[in-house]
C-alpha cells in the first residue's frame, strides 16, 4: 500500500472575533495517497477554504494532527512550514496568482530560488515544467502578454517546478471558460497519470465526477467521500 | 539568496520611482537638518587641543574687587582675562614651556610706498611663543625675535591671505610693511591654516574676526595703541592718570594669558607659582577677595563659557527633532509602499518564501532607499554648513570657521542616513511579513 502523502486527523479550527467563535472544519479527518485525484466539494462556508489553507500551511489548525508526507506539522516554527510548504506542495491558484510584473521564467523561478537550487538546477527544471504545460516557447513573456488559459498553465508549471509531494488547486477552472476549463482538467488529469498526487477544490460538479475519488465537506465535515 | 532579495528590492525601487524620490528627499532633508545643526554643536564643544588638553592652560585669576565677584557669565566667577601687569609677573615663570598673551588690535594696512589701496586688517597682539601653542606652520620666515618679546621690535607676521593680498605670494620675509603709521618688518608668512582653536584664540576677544597679522604685545609699552579687548577696571582707574598708563599699569583685565607646559605635572608646579604671587600681590593691597585661581584647560574654558550649551545647542535639538519628523514621514510612506507589495508577499510566502526572507526583502529596499537618502543628505550637508558659516560670518563667535564636511561628519551623515533607513523600514517590514498568508492571498 502506498503511502498517506497527506494524512489529518481530528483538526479542528476556530475563528474568534471579539464576540463569536467560529467553527470552520470539525474533527475533520483525511488521508490523502500518493498518487491519488481528490476533489473537494461543498457549498460556501462549508469549509473548502479552511481545509486548502490548512492542507497548504498557510494557517495552523486550532487542534488536531495534520501529517505531511510522513511529517507532523504540529509546533513546526514558520521557517520549518515555508521549507515544507516550498518542497512538498504545489499550489495552483482559481486567479492564477502569477506575479505580474514577472516574465514567465522568473515566475517559475521563484519557488525554486527559495529553495536554493543552483542556476543550472534551477534552469532544467523550469524547461522542463514549461514543456509539460506547452509553453517553452513563452518564457520572456509577462503574464499579461497570455491568455487566461495560458496563464493557468503557467501557475501549473511553477507547481510542477518544485517537484512537490502533491498539486493543491483551489478552482483552478473557476476563471476561465469551458473550453480552456477542460484543457485544464485535461492537463491534470494527464499530470496525474504520470503519477502526481492532487487536491483539487471546485464548485463544478462536472469537473468534480471525473476525479476517482471525491470529497464533499457540509459545516466543516466530511459529509461524503465516494471513489 | 542575499543576491536575489537585492535583486527584488532594487525591482521594487524601480517600479515606484516617484514614492521612492520622496522617500528619500525626506530622508536626505531630515537627515541634513540633524548633521548641520549638530555639526554646528560639536564644532562649538569641540576642544582643538584634545590631544594636549592637560597640558595647556587658560590662567585665571580672582583679581575682582572685595565687594562681589566678578560679574562675568562664566561659570567659575573669575574673569578670562588678567591685567598686563600680572602677565608680565606671570610670563617670568620658565615652569611653563610657552607664555602666550593673546590681544586684539588692527587698523589699516598698506605698503610704505602706500601703492596698494589700504585696508583694514584685524591684528593678533601675542608672543612669539603663540606660533608654538597653535602649532603654526611657515611658508616662508618664522616668527619674530624672542628678544622682541622683551623690548619691542616692530616684526610682524603676515597670514597666507595678507602675504597674497600685498605681495602676490611672494617671499615677503624682509619687505616692510604700515600699520596704524608704524612700519614693520615681516619675519615670517603662515601656511594656509584651518583655524580650528578660533574660539579659543578669541575668548573674549572681538566677536567674528580673523586675525590676518600678528604683532609683538610688547608694542603697548612703546606706542600709544588701543587694544579692541574689553576692559575690566576693579579699581578707579584715574589713580594711573593717562589711559595709556591704566593699559600697562594698571589692574584693568584686558589680555588672555594661555600657558603650555611640557608634561602634566608641570602644571601644580605653576599652580603654586601663581598661588604665590597672589598671596605677594595681597601684602601690597591687591587681590582682596579670598585667594583664588584657576588653570583652566580648553575643555574647562569651553564649559566655563558655556560654549557647550549655546543657542546651537538647542539648534542641535531642532534638527534632531527634524530628523524624527521625517523619520515618521518615511515610516508611512514606506509602509504605504509595502503595503502595495502585500498581494505578491502573499504569493511568494505560499511558494516558499519565510517570514525571514520577506524581512530581510523589504529591510534592503529600506537600507537602499537609505543610502540613497544618506548620500543625498550629504550633499545637502555640505550646502547647508556652507549657507551657515555665510550668514554667520561677521556676527558671531569665530567658530563658525569650523563648521566643515569632515570625514567624521561625512561617516556619521551616512552612517545616520542608513541606520534611519532601517529603523523606519523595520516597522513596515514587520507588518509586512507578519501578515497572515491567506489574508495576503485574499487580496492578491
Known amino acids: 500500500m502506498s503511502q498517506a502523502i497527506l494524512h489529518m486527523q481530528n483538526l479542528n479550527k476556530y475563528y474568534r472575533t471579539d464576540m463569536v467563535e467560529t467553527r470552520a472544519l470539525a474533527d475533520f479527518n483525511l488521508e490523502v495517497k500518493a498518487g491519488e485525484f481528490i476533489t473537494v466539494t461543498g457549498p460556501s462556508g462549508s469549509g473548502k477554504t479552511t481545509f486548502l489553507n490548512l492542507a497548504g500551511l498557510l494557517e495552523n489548525p486550532s487542534s488536531g494532527e495534520y501529517w505531511l508526507d510522513g511529517t507532523s506539522v504540529k509546533g513546526l516554527n514558520d521557517a520549518a512550514l515555508s521549507r515544507l510548504r516550498n518542497q512538498k506542495i504545489g499550489f495552483i491558484f482559481q486567479s492564477f496568482n502569477l506575479i505580474g510584473d514577472l516574465s514567465i521564467w522568473d515566475n517559475l523561478d521563484v519557488p525554486l530560488r527559495y529553495r536554493g537550487l543552483t542556476k543550472k538546477e534551477r534552469k532544467a527544471r523550469i524547461t522542463a515544467a514549461l514543456n509539460q504545460v506547452g509553453l517553452s516557447g513563452r518564457t520572456h513573456h509577462l503574464p499579461s502578454q497570455l491568455s487566461g488559459g495560458q496563464q493557468q498553465r503557467v501557475a501549473v508549471a511553477r507547481a510542477l517546478a518544485g517537484n512537490p509531494s502533491f498539486l493543491l488547486a483551489d478552482e483552478p477552472t473557476g476563471n476561465l471558460d469551458s473550453q480552456m476549463a477542460r484543457q485544464i482538467m485535461n492537463l491534470l488529469e494527464e499530470l496525474n497519470a504520470q503519477g502526481a498526487t492532487i487536491v483539487m477544490v471546485t464548485h463544478d460538479a462536472d469537473l468534480a465526477r471525473r476525479a476517482p475519488r471525491r470529497l464533499h465537506i457540509i459545516d466543516g465535515q466530511v459529509a461524503d467521500v465516494r471513489a | 539568496?542575499?543576491?536575489?532579495?537585492?535583486?527584488?528590492?532594487?525591482?521594487?525601487?524601480?517600479?515606484?520611482?516617484?514614492?521612492?524620490?520622496?522617500?528619500?528627499?525626506?530622508?536626505?532633508?531630515?537627515?541634513?537638518?540633524?548633521?548641520?545643526?549638530?555639526?554646528?554643536?560639536?564644532?562649538?564643544?569641540?576642544?582643538?587641543?584634545?590631544?594636549?588638553?592637560?597640558?595647556?592652560?587658560?590662567?585665571?585669576?580672582?583679581?575682582?574687587?572685595?565687594?562681589?565677584?566678578?560679574?562675568?557669565?562664566?561659570?567659575?566667577?573669575?574673569?578670562?582675562?588678567?591685567?598686563?601687569?600680572?602677565?608680565?609677573?606671570?610670563?617670568?615663570?620658565?615652569?611653563?614651556?610657552?607664555?602666550?598673551?593673546?590681544?586684539?588690535?588692527?587698523?589699516?594696512?598698506?605698503?610704505?610706498?602706500?601703492?596698494?589701496?589700504?585696508?583694514?586688517?584685524?591684528?593678533?597682539?601675542?608672543?612669539?611663543?603663540?606660533?608654538?601653542?597653535?602649532?603654526?606652520?611657515?611658508?616662508?620666515?618664522?616668527?619674530?625675535?624672542?628678544?622682541?618679546?622683551?623690548?619691542?621690535?616692530?616684526?610682524?607676521?603676515?597670514?597666507?591671505?595678507?602675504?597674497?593680498?600685498?605681495?602676490?605670494?611672494?617671499?615677503?620675509?624682509?619687505?616692510?610693511?604700515?600699520?596704524?603709521?608704524?612700519?614693520?618688518?615681516?619675519?615670517?608668512?603662515?601656511?594656509?591654516?584651518?583655524?580650528?582653536?578660533?574660539?579659543?584664540?578669541?575668548?573674549?576677544?572681538?566677536?567674528?574676526?580673523?586675525?590676518?597679522?600678528?604683532?609683538?604685545?610688547?608694542?603697548?609699552?612703546?606706542?600709544?595703541?588701543?587694544?579692541?579687548?574689553?576692559?575690566?577696571?576693579?579699581?578707579?582707574?584715574?589713580?594711573?592718570?593717562?589711559?595709556?598708563?591704566?593699559?600697562?599699569?594698571?589692574?584693568?583685565?584686558?589680555?588672555s594669558l594661555w600657558v603650555e607646559f611640557n608634561k602634566a605635572e608641570d602644571k601644580a608646579a605653576y599652580g603654586d607659582f601663581v598661588a604665590s604671587f597672589i598671596s605677594e600681590q595681597k601684602t601690597i593691597g591687591r587681590y582682596p577677595r579670598p585667594l583664588r585661581y584657576a588653570l583652566s584647560s580648553p575643555e574647562e574654558v569651553i564649559h566655563i563659557n558655556r560654549q557647550d550649551r549655546s543657542e546651537f545647542y538647542l539648534f542641535s535639538l531642532v534638527g534632531q527633532g527634524l530628523l524624527i519628523m521625517c523619520l515618521i514621514n518615511a515610516i508611512t510612506l514606506l509602509l504605504a509602499k509595502f503595503i502595495r507589495h502585500a498581494p505578491q508577499v502573499g504569493i511568494r510566502r505560499a511558494l516558499g518564501a519565510s517570514r525571514w526572507n520577506i524581512f530581510n526583502q523589504h529591510l534592503l529596499e529600506s537600507a537602499f532607499l537609505g543610502l540613497a537618502g544618506g548620500l543625498l543628505g550629504l550633499a545637502l550637508t555640505q550646502g547647508g554648513l556652507l549657507l551657515l558659516k555665510n550668514s554667520l560670518k561677521g556676527y558671531g563667535n569665530s567658530a563658525h570657521a569650523t563648521f566643515v564636511l569632515d570625514s567624521h561628519v561625512m561617516t556619521l551623515t551616512l552612517l545616520v542616513g542608513l541606520c534611519a533607513t532601517l529603523l523606519a523600514g523595520i516597522y513596515p517590514a514587520w507588518q509586512i511579513c507578519r501578515t497572515p498568508i491567506a489574508q495576503q492571498l485574499k487580496n492578491s
Not at chain 2, 110 to 125: E, G, I
Not at chain 2, 131 to 142: I, K, N, R, V, Y
Not at chain 2, 195 to 213: F, M, W
Open chain 2, 1 to 255: 539568496m542575499w543576491i536575489y532579495q537585492c535583486q527584488l528590492a532594487w525591482r521594487s525601487i524601480t517600479k515606484t520611482p516617484a514614492l521612492c524620490a520622496l522617500i528619500i528627499a525626506t530622508l536626505a532633508f531630515g537627515v541634513a537638518a540633524a548633521m548641520v545643526t549638530y555639526t554646528s554643536h560639536h564644532a562649538m564643544q569641540h576642544n582643538p587641543f584634545s590631544s594636549k588638553n592637560d597640558r595647556v592652560a587658560l590662567v585665571q585669576t580672582d583679581a575682582w574687587h572685595a565687594r562681589e565677584a566678578f560679574p562675568g557669565y562664566q561659570l567659575n566667577q573669575m574673569s578670562n582675562l588678567i591685567s598686563y601687569r600680572d602677565y608680565k609677573a606671570l610670563s617670568t615663570s620658565s615652569i611653563a614651556r610657552y607664555n602666550v598673551p593673546i590681544a586684539h588690535w588692527g587698523g589699516t594696512l598698506n605698503l610704505p610706498d602706500m601703492r596698494l589701496p589700504s585696508s583694514m586688517v584685524f591684528a593678533q597682539l601675542t608672543s612669539r611663543d603663540y606660533f608654538g601653542l597653535f602649532e603654526t606652520a611657515f611658508t616662508f620666515g618664522g616668527p619674530w625675535a624672542k628678544t622682541a618679546d622683551q623690548q619691542f621690535q616692530p616684526q610682524m607676521v603676515l597670514t597666507h591671505e595678507i602675504n597674497q593680498r600685498l605681495f602676490n605670494g611672494e617671499n615677503s620675509v624682509g619687505r616692510q610693511v604700515l600699520l596704524e603709521g608704524i612700519v614693520f618688518d615681516v619675519t615670517g608668512v603662515l601656511k594656509p591654516w584651518h583655524r580650528s582653536a578660533a574660539k579659543i584664540e578669541n575668548i573674549d576677544g572681538p566677536l567674528g574676526i580673523t586675525q590676518q597679522v600678528f604683532v609683538p604685545l610688547q608694542l603697548v609699552e612703546h606706542r600709544t595703541i588701543h587694544p579692541w579687548n574689553r576692559r575690566d577696571c576693579p579699581d578707579d582707574i584715574t589713580d594711573y592718570g593717562s589711559p595709556e598708563n591704566t593699559l600697562t599699569k594698571g589692574t584693568c583685565q584686558w589680555l
